[in-house]
């Protein structure tokens, strides 16, 4: 699987899944809270802090007409121009914000909604990109972000397998491969049992990179899913508390509830581990509880062995219950009391027939 880097850090298979915080507009018009959040994210183990860089003109037009209204869901009755007017982070706060991020020694990068966006976020430094699940199918938006040579991260909510495969060959197209998807449901709240993450496997199988998960849903559940069914990156929206009333508040998680997310990750990432047989070091001290060879009745040399004087129990001093068919009929080389563990040597030519035999 094609892997790539972001800020140094590694991002596939073999690494530690690359947490997001989304802050949206949990800022809730507020600069002071937007760089609480930004510290906040830090300290509940967040690997990087996203923003959005739009404004209600750069992503729609002020109309009233049925076309912008929302009927139904978390912003039932908005309409698109009011409510993304409520969300956007305000361009002139995004320079420090991204100097904040750098200060708590976390990640930064934003979601551009036009080119216009893409413009500025080159001219602050923004280091890498997201594109929402919506504007993925934007192939024109998609390749001048990708012209950049950043690396980009793709929520994939609502697109068809060939939606997903025309926008990887969008950015392919530009010689970026620098590129994560992200299995989405674009439903706000999203509910666990409509994620299918299994799609995830899928989605590695077919595209060949990172492979992420984009989580609206509530608590962390999909999330510890989601890395356990292999995905590299984890994005979930991130607010101080959903008292504070905005756009984004009713379905995002608490620093609290973050901190104990990825804490839940990296408890899957550990138990996942890596591919590996036989007898592990915490392990070693059990290996004698396994089943081997005894002598289960006194027994003089020459004696024959049957299963009435060796038998298969544990521990597991002895030879392995495999040889047992070979042992017996076999004759005993010496005495051997009831209770001892049986050993090649105790056994009238066992060694030099298992040579013979190209054992």
């Known amino acids: 699987m094609h892997s790539f880097q972001i800020n140094g850090r590694a991002i596939g298979d073999g690494h530690p899944a690359y947490i997001i915080a989304e802050m949206s507009g949990n800022h809730a018009g507020s600069m002071e809270r937007a760089k609480e959040l930004i510290h906040a994210a830090k300290e509940a183990g967040a690997d990087c802090i996203k923003i959005q860089t739009y404004t209600p003109d750069t992503i729609t037009i002020d109309c009233d007409k049925p076309y912008f209204q929302i009927k139904d869901g978390t912003w039932e009755g908005e309409n698109l121009y009011q409510l993304y007017g ?53 192939i024109p938006l998609l390749q001048y972000v990708a012209s950049k040579g950043k690396p980009i991260i793709m929520s994939t909510g609502i697109g068809t397998l060939e939606e997903i495969g025309e926008a990887v060959a969008a950015v392919y197209e ?19 049992e409509e994620m299918y993450l299994s799609t995830i496997a899928d989605m590695k199988e ?39 009333e905005n756009p984004d508040s009713s379905f995002s998680m608490t620093a609290e509830e973050f901190g104990e997310m990825v804490k839940s990750v990296r408890a899957v990432e550990a ?61 005993a080389a010496a005495d051997i009391e009831r209770g001892e563990p049986l050993k090649p040597e105790m056994i009238e030519g066992f060694e030099e027939e298992r040579k013979g035999n190209g054992f």
């Open 86 to 138: 409520k969300a956007y982070t305000p361009w002139e706060w995004q320079a420090e914000l991204l100097e904040e991020a750098k200060k708590a020694g976390i990640d930064f990068f934003s979601t551009p909604f036009d080119c216009s966006a893409v413009d500025f976020l080159e001219e602050i430094g923004c280091s890498f990109y997201k594109i929402a699940s919506f504007e993925m199918i934007d």
């Open 174 to 192: 530009t010689g970026n491969r620098q590129l994560a998807i992200m299995k989405c449901s674009s439903a706000y709240p999203a509910k666990p």
């Open 206 to 244: 077919r595209f060949r990179i990172p492979v992420g998960l984009s989580d609206h849903s509530m608590g962390s559940f999909s999330a510890e899913i989601g890395v356990a069914l292999g995905a590299n990156l984890i994005e979930k929206h991130f607010c101080i508390s959903r008292e504070i």
């Open 271 to 331: 138990a996942k581990g890596v591919v590996k047989y036989g007898v592990q070091k915490q392990e070693e001290k059990n290996v004698k509880f396994r089943r081997s060879l005894f002598v289960v009745e006194d027994m003089k040399a020459g004696d024959m062995f049957s299963g009435k004087n060796v038998r298969s129990i544990r521990p597991g001093y002895g030879m392995k219950p495999k040889f047992l068919p070979e042992v017996l009929g076999k004759r």
